[in-house]
Each structure stands twice: as structure tokens, then as C-alpha cells.
Nanobody, 120 residues
Framework: QVQLVESGGGLVQAGGSLRLSCAAS????????MRWYRQAPGKQRELVAA???????NYIDSVKGRFTISRDNAQNTVYLQMNNLKPEEADDYYC??????????????WGQGTQVTVSS
């Protein structure tokens, strides 16, 4: 079994910073791309940032220059450093990873989510 566990959410004032972490554990052969999504109530889940196993990154335009995704492959952990947070970015943030559990099988796994609240 594979688990993703997020941490680091909380309450921050507008303009503040938070660092989210997501640790993968279980029967992991290797981890391919790791992603952060966010979802507001009643809205679709939105991809925020992604990072490949080689360290290539992608971001949605609205967070470029403020958010940084990184990973520690030895610890099977992905991070999302969020700076200059805006009130409209107060969402539940979810970690997603494409994990190979054997040489021949990979699947997408999700964390349980961590709540980010941004006060204005």
C-alpha cells in the first residue's frame, strides 16, 4: 500500500507564507511526477504545480514567482513553498504523485488534503 500524507497547512495573513509538505510511504519502487492541486468549495480541483523526478517544474501562471515546488527524492517528499499568499488562494491543497510500485505498474495516488486559510 502507498500513502501520501500532507502537512503544513494553516492560517496565514494575506501576504504571508506557508510551506506544505507531502511524504509518500509504503511499497514504493520509484516516484515519477509529483503535483500539488488545490480545490475551493464547489469548484473543480486545480493543478497548481508539478515536478518531475529529474526536477523539472511547471506552474500555473497565477503562482509563478510566488510558489516554489521542490522534492527530496531520498525522503519521497514533495514541498510547496507559498509566498505572498492571497485571500482567494484559501483552499484545500492536495498532493498527487504517480508512483511505480513495481517495475511494471504505476498509479496515481492522492493525499487527504491540507487546509490553507488566508485572512485579508
Amino acid at each position: 500500500q502507498v500513502q501520501l500524507v500532507e502537512s503544513g497547512g494553516g492560517l496565514v495573513q494575506a501576504g504571508g507564507s506557508l510551506r506544505l509538505s507531502c511524504a509518500a510511504s509504503g511499497s514504493i519502487y520509484s516516484i515519477n511526477v509529483m503535483r500539488w492541486y488545490r480545490q475551493a468549495p464547489g469548484k473543480q480541483r486545480e493543478l497548481v504545480a508539478a515536478i518531475t523526478s529529474g526536477g523539472s517544474t511547471n506552474y500555473i501562471d497565477s503562482v509563478k514567482g510566488r510558489f516554489t515546488i521542490s522534492r527530496d527524492n531520498a525522503q519521497n517528499t514533495v514541498y510547496l513553498q507559498m509566498n505572498n499568499l492571497k485571500p482567494e488562494e484559501a483552499d484545500d491543497y492536495y498532493c498527487n504523485a504517480n508512483i511505480r510500485v513495481s517495475a511494471n505498474y504505476a498509479n496515481d495516488y492522492w493525499g487527504q488534503g491540507t487546509q490553507v486559510t488566508v485572512s485579508s
